[in-house]
């Protein structure tokens, strides 16, 4: 016979149990306004303007890989928002992209493009309850040179958008060499830090390039090739991420005082980038990289 004092507890319990529903709700919630908090914040320091944080300490993870979340909501801050419009080329997953924080919780849409499964992806903003009535649009194709701006067009994107993502572990310096149908006021590119502050160097274009045909290292440019390609499209690297291997680029016609040029070095402190050039560069150094 079961014991009615334990069934009693049972029932008590299920009756004032917080449903997981909720608390889900309620976790998102609570992120929501502490970012908007924070957002407020950041924008009064500058309308009232007193001395901002540094760039490299308003990091933080909501989906992002490392601190990425923070630093953009930090950059947006500061410069404001104008169409939220993102584009994330070789999305991933929401769980690690540079955009998921920034659709999920300050209504940018946008188009992401992956060349591998995207089910997991669209199903994730689907079922969140933020994105689930206008979900990014998430299309999956392999990019190309010849390819990405028709599909940026093709897409409904074109002209002044808030943010581009880049990181296709590739041919990713070339891929934002040749975009010309956007022009962000942000552009987040992963580059590779085992390169000094001196190397200008990139894979070279290779429309099917896939970096495990030759080493997993043999990919990307290096940070300087990105800034001398940022400067030709009138751009300037204002940080990057806490391990060194994300930069931040803005429109130079945007934000100068708040937001100023730094230097590469400023961007290879990190031990995570100092063991790379001891321990990873030997490997690849010798490899068919292109002076850029």
Known sequence: MKNPLKILNQKLQSLFAVPAI??????????????????????????????????????????????????????????????????????????????????????????????????????????????????????????????????LRENNISGDIDLLSLDLDGVDYWIWKAINTITPRVVVVEYMNIFDKDKSVSVPYKEDFNRFDTHPDFCGASLKAFVKLGKSKNYRLIGCNKYGFNAFFLRKDIAGRLLPEISINDCLKHPQAREGQQKRLPAVKDLDWVEV
């Open 22 to 151: 909720y608390n889900i709700h309620r976790d998102l919630f609570n992120t929501q306004i502490s970012q908007k908090h924070l957002f407020i914040y950041y924008h009064n320091l500058k309308k009232q303007k007193e001395h901002l944080p540094k760039f490299q300490e308003t990091g933080f993870r909501v989906y992002s890989q490392s601190d990425e979340d923070g630093l953009l909501l930090y950059i947006f801050s500061l410069i404001g928002f104008t169409n939220k419009i993102c584009v994330d080329i070789a999305f991933g997953s929401p769980y690690g992209a540079n955009v998921t924080n920034l659709i999920c919780n300050w209504g940018f849409t946008g188009l992401l493009v992956e060349s591998k499964d995207i089910d997991s992806s669209i199903k994730f903003f689907l079922n969140h309850p933020d994105t689930c009535i206008y979900p990014p649009k998430i299309i999956k194709k392999w990019i190309t040179q010849k390819n990405v701006n028709s599909i």
